[in-house]
T-cell receptor, first 110, second 112 residues
Framework: GENVEQHPSTLSVQEGDSAVIKCTYS??????FPWYKQELGKRPQLIID?????GEKKDQRIAVTLNKTAKHFSLHITETQPEDSAVYFC?????????FGAGTRLTVKP | NAGVTQTPKFQVLKTGQSMTLQCAQD?????MYWYRQDPGMGLRLIYY???????DKGEVPNGYNVSRLNKREFSLRLESAAPSQTSVYFC???????????FGPGTRLTVT
């Protein structure tokens, strides 16, 4: 089955800096790659997603890139703010079968 | 518009007891999912239902059963609870397979 690896597991940045989280996946048939943000004690919420026919997508301070040949995708957050502090999960899905990475705990220091 | 709702919010079971976790969505979504979340392991898919009348196994289906009761409701049953099933359980729904999944608030289950 699909295997998703996510790095780093923890990331600490200064407010205003950029943060990058990377994921790799194993199933070349995966065709949907969402990123979720989860605050402590809350449910995961989608922040951005990308489909396999697109290489890059941007939404304000957040961008995702996808390299299907290498089977990796990355989340980029620019101008980080303290409210960006949370756990971020990448995922890869083939049809409805979604597999998540183990998560990255991002801390943004004011 | 409540989105995805789950009951109960918290539950404590003894080993061997059974229970059913309930999930409902009011967004007219076709697909529904059950995940479990353990510390340091992210979310793992237990079962999903791509559309009303169908269910499929995910990554960790052993020890669980599901029922897609209708388009709105998708339940998860533990027939004989084990301590290894102590976890937070999330239900989710999406319009279709390549769409955003909306998560419920979660059920914190402890099996002693």
């Amino acid at each position: 089955g699909e295997n998703v690896e996510q790095h780093p597991s923890t990331l600490s940045v200064q407010e205003g800096d950029s943060a990058v989280i990377k994921c790799t996946y194993s199933d070349s048939a995966s065709n949907y790659f969402p990123w979720y943000k989860q605050e402590l004690g809350k449910r995961p919420q989608l922040i951005i997603d990308i489909r396999s026919n697109v290489g890059e997508k941007k939404d304000q301070r957040i961008a995702v890139t996808l390299n299907k040949t290498a089977k990796h995708f990355s989340l980029h957050i620019t101008e980080t703010q303290p409210e960006d502090s949370a756990v971020y999960f990448c995922a890869a899905s083939r049809n409805n079968d979604m597999r998540f990475g183990a998560g990255t705990r991002l801390t943004v220091k004011p | 518009n409540a989105g995805v709702t789950q009951t109960p919010k918290f539950q404590v079971l003894k080993t061997g007891q059974s229970m059913t976790l309930q999930c409902a969505q009011d967004m007219n979504h076709n697909s529904m999912y059950w995940y479990r979340q353990d510390p340091g392991m992210g979310l793992r898919l237990i079962y999903y239902s791509a559309s009303e009348g169908t269910t499929d196994k995910g990554e960790v289906p052993n020890g669980y059963n599901v029922s897609r009761l209708n388009k709105r409701e998708f339940s998860l049953r533990l027939e004989s609870a084990a301590p290894s099933q102590t976890s937070v359980y999330f239900c989710a729904s999406s319009e279709a397979s390549l769409d955003e999944q909306y998560f419920g608030p979660g059920t914190r289950l402890t099996v002693t």
